[in-house]
């Protein structure tokens, strides 16, 4: 990925694709999500901030992993978490 202003998306060269279609925290409390989220780190699909449990964000804080890319059908982006930085691929 080309971004200048941020390292973590600049680092990431293939974009890991969604394991799941599904937030697994979500699924071991029977929660619902909104929409999924792929960690570029460790792979993990996890659902998004404005799902109630907000997993993936939750995820990067514990783990250090600062980026994400959306696991949505058509969707094509990425977000470093540490540095509020947006992509598209």
């Given at each position: 990925m080309?971004?200048?202003?941020?390292?973590?998306?600049?680092?990431?060269?293939?974009?890991?694709?969604?394991?799941?279609?599904?937030?697994?925290?979500?699924v071991k409390i029977g929660a619902q999500w909104v929409h999924l989220r792929t960690c570029q780190e460790c792979g993990r699909t996890l659902c998004c901030d404005s799902s109630p449990?907000?997993?993936?964000?939750?995820?990067?804080?514990?783990?250090?992993?600062?980026?994400?890319?959306?696991?949505?059908?058509?969707?094509?982006w990425l977000y470093c978490y540490p540095d509020a930085a947006f992509a598209e691929y």
């Open positions: 080309s971004n200048g202003s941020c390292i973590h998306l600049s680092a990431i060269t293939t974009i890991k694709p969604p394991i799941s279609r599904e937030c697994a925290e979500c449990n907000q997993h993936a964000s939750k995820h990067a804080r514990a783990t250090g992993h600062p980026v994400i890319a959306s696991a949505q059908p058509g969707e094509r």
